[in-house]
Each structure stands twice: as structure tokens, then as C-alpha cells.
């Protein structure tokens, strides 16, 4: 089975066949098929063959398909500063994309 590094928005992730994960918002529906181009790192479990881009690997491409478009859980901000009576108070939710991998070619 191999493994693969993955970049896409700002970040990166190990990702395996068959797994699914939830990375930052892409465009796209449910059912769709995209293609992450921008692989840094792609290996098999034993390590032997072992292939690592500069900084990408030529010719990678790691397949997904999108399960769900949503957004998280509300992240409650505070902002307070004693003696002025300043007090602020924000909710934030972040978008996000789950992804099943597919395959890794």
C-alpha cells in the first residue's frame, strides 16, 4: 500500500488509499472527482521505493473524490482588557471539503 505527502490549501497531508480526511474548502460538489497535482513525497509502507519531489515529484497525481462540502464547529473568540471596560466577543466557523483518496499514481 503506498502513502503519499499532499499540499493543497496552505498545508499539507499525509494521505493513504482508501482514506478520507477533511482539508481546507475547494471548489466542487458531492460526487465529484478532483486531482492533487502537487505531491511532495510518495513511498510505500516498507520505505524502499521512496520518492521525493523538488519540490514536487514529476508526474505524481494523487486521486480523491469529494463526500461532503460543510463547515466545522463554532470557535468562540474573546478579546478583553481590564480597567477600560473593552470586551469583545466572535464566533467563527470554518469551511471545509472531507475527501475520500482513491488512488495514488
Not at 524502499?48 to 505524481?60: L, S
Not at 494523487?62 to 478583553?80: M, P
Request: no cysteine.
Amino acid at each position: 500500500m503506498k502513502f503519499a505527502v499532499i499540499q493543497t490549501g496552505g498545508k499539507q497531508y499525509l494521505v493513504k488509499e482508501n482514506q478520507s480526511l477533511k482539508i481546507e474548502k475547494i471548489a466542487g460538489e458531492k460526487g465529484d472527482k478532483i486531482a492533487f497535482d502537487k505531491v511532495l513525497l510518495i513511498a510505500n509502507d516498507d520505505g524502499y521505493e521512496t520518492k521525493v519531489g523538488k519540490p514536487y515529484v514529476e508526474g505524481a497525481k494523487v486521486e480523491a473524490e469529494i463526500l461532503e462540502q460543510g463547515r466545522g464547529d463554532k470557535v468562540i473568540i474573546i478579546k478583553y482588557k481590564r480597567k477600560v471596560r473593552y470586551h469583545r466577543r466572535k464566533g467563527h466557523r470554518q469551511d471545509f471539503t472531507k475527501i475520500k483518496i482513491e488512488s495514488i499514481k
